[in-house]
């Protein structure tokens, strides 16, 4: 699979689960994995997933504008950077916000999430 067709698999993948089902991210991360979401740094897959699911918000849907990819280094990873717009449950303006995904193959030929970084965008 080419690396746009994968990275865009990811993105619908990632999104529609956050959107449906937080915890259900769990397993896209490993316990080396960090995410950096508003300057906070948080590693491994129990801490992160612990992060998402305690935002002080229950019902959200993101609208992807753009993926951008490109392949990291010998070992297979993959840069991903989404921007896009978040829309939280009784509000009326959207959020505009960006993320960084590095991901890195496992062994039984998928990818996991090893870099995250997410920051909202204010004008």
């Given at each position: 699979?080419?690396?746009?067709?994968?990275s865009?698999?990811?993105?619908?993948?990632y999104?529609s689960?956050?959107?449906?089902?937080?915890?259900?991210?769990?397993?896209?991360?490993?316990?080396s994995?960090?995410?950096?979401f508003?300057?906070?740094?948080?590693?491994g897959?129990?801490?992160?997933?612990?992060?998402?699911?305690?935002?002080?918000?229950?019902?959200?849907?993101?609208?992807?504008?753009?993926?951008?990819?490109?392949?990291?280094?010998?070992?297979?990873?993959?840069?991903?950077?989404?921007?896009?717009?978040?829309?939280?449950?009784?509000?009326?303006h959207?959020?505009?916000?960006?993320?960084?995904?590095?991901?890195?193959?496992?062994p039984?030929?998928?990818?996991?999430?090893?870099?995250d970084?997410?920051?909202?965008?204010?004008?």
């Open positions: 699979m080419d690396p746009d067709t994968l865009k698999a990811f993105v619908d993948h999104y689960t956050f959107d449906t089902n937080r915890s259900g991210l769990a397993n896209l991360y490993q316990e994995s960090m995410l950096t508003e300057g906070q740094k948080i590693q897959s129990q801490n992160i997933v612990n992060k998402l699911t305690s935002l002080p918000f229950q019902q959200c849907k993101h609208s992807i504008t753009t993926v951008d990819c490109q392949p990291s280094g010998p070992a297979g990873g993959m840069l991903v950077f989404v921007s896009g717009t978040l829309q939280l449950a009784g509000e009326q959207a959020l505009k916000f960006s993320q960084m995904f590095h991901l890195m193959p496992t039984q030929g998928s990818f996991y999430v090893y870099n970084i997410f920051r909202l965008n204010y004008a």
